[in-house]
Structure formats: structure tokens, C-alpha cells
């Protein structure tokens, strides 16, 4: 039994507690029908004991006596209102006894006493598609998948409940479907003014986006987790050829490392991005974030700006690029290792200040790094970069598109991009006007 479904056995009777404890043992080596003699006793003598009812109330469930299960739960349920676990129960059970409504509001109360519980999304969601309320039912599987990341790994992690694994299953399903539809309508109309069909490398991207299926990594070590786009070429690090456009950006570092400094000389704190051991602190000025300028710096540094807006790679994605930043780490730290989300786009890093001790490392490649020598790399194999020096290191990071990508190409990942951003944006408001929803949920499964 799951503790957190069982009330403290302090509170109850010697006999009670030995009972339930036998029971328990029962259920660990799987003598179900004997357990369900001990816990219909115990159920028998305290009748609110929530553990006796929510076993009992699953056996009846798996025995197709959804009468009785219901009976069980409501017990349950009036036992212990604030067990958000015995609310899903109940939801089955009235799903299954065809009343969805009384499901719905069930479920409802799940993602009001435990809002990151995916599956109490998922399950609503399940109600809604049946009552044919479509559009709710995706918002809801969106919600599951934000909270979990992965539905596919969510339900392999469920796959001995076999209910509720089918129902991750068929929430993923139609998630990626609604996704895959929306791109793919978008990108027809489009298409009929003049933009070119996507290429097959480009399509499979665009299903690895959707979750359609799942990337084929031609790189173990490059495993990028929202678009993998096939045939770009294995080549985590680009320093050892010069792009045309470097020579510019790197004859105005002074001029950019000098806005930097007025940043600190005006007073501005940088945005603090401790690591998870924390032990070692980053901190940024972003200048673009997510996409949009920053309504503080941005201004501030308009030579920074324009050079990055010069450069013919600067990736524009709604939602999510360009990131830039003057990102400054602390002497003898680190930024710890990562990986990047999608393969189309490549990490432009120029040092502006200290790097005499600094070192970025890409996948197993190292390369120390020089003031005023911009390098290019592939930030979706694991990467790092230490300050080993006595000195800050103060550097302009920014978002570019693979050189490997042709102009059409771009087109497309952006429209795909831009379609699924318009749909997550469309579907989070469906979310936030659900019963029991609330904003800022962390995930938690």
C-alpha cells in the first residue's frame, strides 16, 4: 500500500494496526483474496479506514463490480476529502459507469488538491474526448505532457496499470495528431503561395516536433529533445574554419565588451543562474530572451544589437529564439553540463573579457577559448564551459541557424514552429480557464 494513501496507524486500534499490517504483507505476496478478507474486517470495525476502503474499492473495480467500487470510494472520499488519489478512483469508477459529469467533477478536484498529477489531466482529458469536447481534451494532455515531459515515458513508467497506460497512450496520440495537423494545414496553405514542400530531413523534424515519433540520433551523444533534423552532419564544435561573417563581429568587441560595462556602471543587476549543486553561479543580461527583446537592456546596447542583428545566421523563432545574452562567469566556476533542445540551431559564444583561463568542452572536445575569438557549436551534445582563471569571463552568447540548413528549409521550421507556438498558446488558455487549474505548476508525477 502507498503510505501516503494510509492514515497514520497511531491513530488506530492495536488490533487494527495488526490486522492491516497483515494485510499489507498479503497484498506484497500477491494473496489478494486473503488480503481482501482482512481488509473487509478491518473495514468491517473502523468503517472510515481509508486504506481498507481504497483496497477494497480497487478489488471491486478489477472485478467489474463498479457499483460497489463506487460505494467504496464515495466512503473513502468522505473519509479523507483531501487525498486527491481516492478523487482519481472515484473519476474511474463513475467513467466507467457511464456518468461524466459526476467524472468530471471528480477529476476536477484531483487537479485542485494536486495540480501537477499528469494523470488527473490526462483522465479529465479522456472525459472531455468523449463528451466531445475535443479541443479541452488536447489542453489537457498538453498540461500532462508539460508536467511530465515525456507522455510516451510517463506510460512506460505505467505500463504495469494497464487502464491507465492505454489512456497515456491514446492522450499522446491525439496530442500529436491535433499538432501534426494544425503544421501540416499551415504549411499547405503556405505551400499554395509559393513556399516549397519540405524536404524529408525537414518532415521528419517536423514529426519529432509534434511527437509523432521519435528522433533516429545518428550521435548517441547529440540527443537534442524537441527537434532533431537528420543529415545535418555530426560536428559538435565549429572552430576550425572561419564563417564570413566572424571577422566583423569580432573587430567590434571592444565596442560591445564597453556596453557591457555601461550595464554595470548604470547600476543594472544581471539576472542570477544558479547551477542545481550550487556551487556555481552564472548570471546574465539577456538581451533577447525567449524570442523578444528585453525592455531594459535591449535598449541600452545598440551596437550589440545591430551586430547581431547583421549576422545572416541570427535565428528568429517565436517563442524561442533569438536567445542572447552577456553571460559572465565567476573565476575558478563553472556552467555546468547540459544540452541543447533542437539540432537547427548552433551556440555562437565570443569571449569578451577573461578568458585566459577559460574553456568550453563539447561532447569530448575541448577548446580554449580566446578574447575576441568568436567559436560556433553544436550546444545539443553535452556541453560546458569552466573559468579556471582568477577573473571574470564575460561573454556574448546567441542562437544561429546551422549553416547546414538552406533558406527554404528555415522557412519551413519556422512555420512549423510558429504554428505549434500559436496552438500551445491557444490550448495553455483553455487550461487556465479549467476547474481547479492554477499557474505556475511545477511538475511533478
Not at 482529458?125 to 507522455?151: H, I, K, N, P, W
Not at 575569438?373 to 582568477?390: A, M, P, Q, T
Not at 496552438?423 to 511533478?444: E, T
Amino acid at each position: 500500500m502507498n503510505e501516503e494513501n494510509q492514515l497514520p496507524s497511531a491513530d488506530l486500534p492495536e488490533q487494527i494496526r495488526q490486522l492491516e499490517a497483515i494485510g499489507v504483507e498479503m497484498i506484497e505476496t500477491e494473496r489478494h483474496a486473503d488480503a481482501e478478507r482482512i481488509f473487509r474486517e478491518i473495514a468491517r470495525v473502523s468503517p472510515r479506514h481509508v486504506s481498507a476502503l481504497q483496497y477494497l474499492g480497487n478489488r471491486a473495480m478489477q472485478s467489474g463490480a463498479l457499483e460497489e467500487a463506487q460505494e467504496l470510494y464515495e466512503r473513502a472520499v468522505y473519509a479523507a476529502p483531501g487525498m486527491a488519489a481516492i478523487h482519481q478512483q472515484l473519476g474511474l469508477v463513475l467513467s466507467a459507469r457511464g456518468y461524466p459529469d459526476g467524472a468530471l467533477r471528480a477529476f476536477d478536484t484531483v487537479i485542485r488538491l494536486e495540480p501537477a498529477f499528469a494523470s488527473g489531466w490526462i483522465l479529465r482529458g479522456a472525459v472531455l474526448q468523449e463528451l466531445g469536447r475535443r479541443e479541452e481534451a488536447v489542453a489537457m494532455y498538453q498540461q500532462a505532457e508539460t508536467l511530465c515531459s515525456d507522455l510516451l515515458e510517463f506510460a512506460l513508467a505505467r505500463s504495469g496499470l494497464s487502464g491507465m497506460h492505454q489512456q497515456i497512450l491514446q492522450a499522446s496520440h491525439h496530442l500529436a495528431y491535433t499538432r501534426s495537423t494544425a503544421v501540416k494545414e499551415a504549411l499547405e496553405r503556405l505551400q499554395a503561395r509559393g513556399l516549397s514542400t519540405p524536404t524529408e530531413r525537414v518532415a521528419a523534424a517536423i514529426r519529432h516536433m509534434c511527437r509523432q515519433e521519435p528522433a533516429a540520433y545518428a550521435n548517441a551523444q547529440q540527443h537534442p529533445a524537441y527537434a532533431y533534423v537528420p543529415g545535418l552532419g555530426e560536428r559538435p564544435l565549429f572552430a576550425d574554419g572561419k564563417f564570413p561573417w566572424a571577422d566583423r563581429l569580432e573587430r567590434r568587441t571592444g565596442a560591445i565588451c564597453n556596453e557591457f560595462h555601461a550595464l554595470l556602471d548604470a547600476g543594472l543587476e544581471p539576472t542570477s543562474n544558479p547551477e542545481k549543486d550550487g556551487l556555481h553561479p552564472a548570471a546574465a543580461f539577456y538581451l533577447y530572451f525567449h524570442g523578444r527583446r528585453t525592455s531594459e537592456i535591449t535598449p541600452r546596447c545598440p551596437q550589440t544589437i545591430a551586430e547581431l542583428n547583421a549576422l545572416p545566421l541570427l535565428a528568429k523563432l517565436p517563442g524561442q529564439a533569438p536567445e542572447a545574452s552577456f553571460s559572465i562567469l565567476p573565476p575558478r566556476a563553472r556552467l555546468a553540463p547540459r544540452t541543447g533542445i533542437a539540432n537547427y540551431k548552433l551556440k555562437l559564444l565570443l569571449p569578451l573579457s577573461g578568458a585566459s583561463g577559460g574553456t568550453l568542452r563539447v561532447d569530448d572536445r575541448s577548446h580554449p577559448l580566446t578574447d575576441g575569438k568568436s567559436v560556433l557549436y553544436d550546444d545539443c551534445y553535452e556541453h560546458e564551459i569552466r573559468n579556471r582563471g582568477e577573473t571574470e569571463l564575460v561573454m556574448l552568447l546567441a542562437d544561429l541557424w546551422h549553416p547546414g540548413l538552406t533558406g527554404s528549409e528555415v522557412k519551413t521550421l519556422t512555420a512549423a514552429h510558429w504554428t505549434l507556438e500559436h496552438l500551445r498558446s491557444k490550448l495553455d488558455a483553455v487550461i487556465r480557464a479549467a476547474p481547479g487549474s492554477s499557474s505556475g505548476v511545477n511538475g511533478r508525477i
